[in-house]
């Protein structure tokens, strides 16, 4: 569930005289100048597999939440395998042990997401059947042969679906769905601040409505061709709604009610020609998965 955060300390003194304690942290890497013998910022450390870093200005703690508690348990970096709320609350409440002030630093970036086991490769149904978020196209990345991504960025978050096996290596078909908030508003808005609040199983729940009433907003179609679907004018027409250049630019300057006409009539395509099942198993496993976490 919970995956990336970061906590950005605004009393940048009180924090680096934390950090700067040998105490709390043995090793700490800084910025030399040989000339001058001046000790630059930032400085930087490592708790567990977390990021933290003094600024000039500020300072700050970030990582996955879920490879911290892998490393933990077994020194490995990762973030394929589930990640409970029993495992979210104990490696927060790890960093409230280890890090000052982490109980009323507020969180600033979050990601939130779910690994589905498909009965696919992820990759080409990343490529084929996820299609647009809200009639927009997404960016591609293949992360060097290790995986298709799909990504769909808005103002206040992005939305990411990739291959999550392929990343590390997996023989299992592993598919990730994740919300990335770019603008802490979008989260607060749901109720979550500080770390604590991700302990809250109702903010969690939260979280996920939320995440589903965006999955819920992407188009995802079955393959088709133009021999299954057998009217050559549905074909041609749901040819041309699943291109999102014909959203963004053929009718973008189109009469709302024209655009809003159009998605209608992409709908009931959808329906009359069943191909919305891919979508429709993709939402049942997040669910079920969700129920999962969140009970254990």
Not at 67 to 90: A, P, Q, T, V, W
Not at 226 to 244: E, Q
Request: overall charge positive; proline content about 1%; charged content about 30%.
């Amino acid at each position: 569930m919970v995956d990336f955060v970061k906590l950005n300390y605004g009393d940048k003194e009180r924090f680096e005289n934390f950090v700067m304690d040998k105490k709390n942290f043995e090793d700490v890497d800084t910025v030399f100048s040989y000339h001058t013998g001046e000790v630059k910022y930032p400085y930087k450390t490592k708790l567990g597999s977390m990021d933290v870093v003094v600024l000039k200005n500020s300072g700050h703690v970030k990582n996955s939440l879920h490879k911290l508690y892998n490393y933990l348990e077994s020194k490995e970096e990762h973030n394929h395998n589930d990640f409970s709320y029993s495992k979210i609350c104990e490696t927060v409440g790890f960093l409230f042990r280890k890090m000052i002030d982490a109980k009323t630093t507020k969180l600033t970036q979050l990601e939130f997401g779910f690994n589905l086991e498909i009965d696919r490769t992820p990759e080409t149904l990343i490529r084929r059947n996820v299609l647009m978020h809200q009639y927009k196209g997404g960016t591609n990345n293949t992360y060097h042969g290790r995986g298709e991504l799909r990504q769909f960025g808005h103002s206040n978050y992005f939305i990411k679906v990739y291959d999550k096996g392929k990343q590390f290596g997996l023989d299992t078909n592993i598919l990730r769905f994740e919300m990335k908030f770019i603008k802490a508003k979008e989260f607060q808005n749901l109720g979550i601040y500080k770390l604590e609040d991700l302990e809250d199983k109702s903010n969690l729940r939260r979280l996920f409505i939320y995440l589903l009433n965006r999955f819920d907003e992407l188009i995802i179609v079955d393959d088709y061709d133009d021999v299954s679907i057998g009217s050559i004018k549905d074909y041609n027409a749901l040819s041309r709604f699943t291109n999102p250049n014909y959203w963004t630019e053929e009718i973008k300057h189109k009469h709302q009610q024209f655009r809003s006409r159009q998605k209608k009539q992409f709908e009931l395509l959808l329906k009359k020609n069943d191909l919305l099942k891919t979508k429709a198993y993709l939402r049942t496993l997040l669910v079920q998965k969700f129920i999962q976490l969140i009970n254990n």
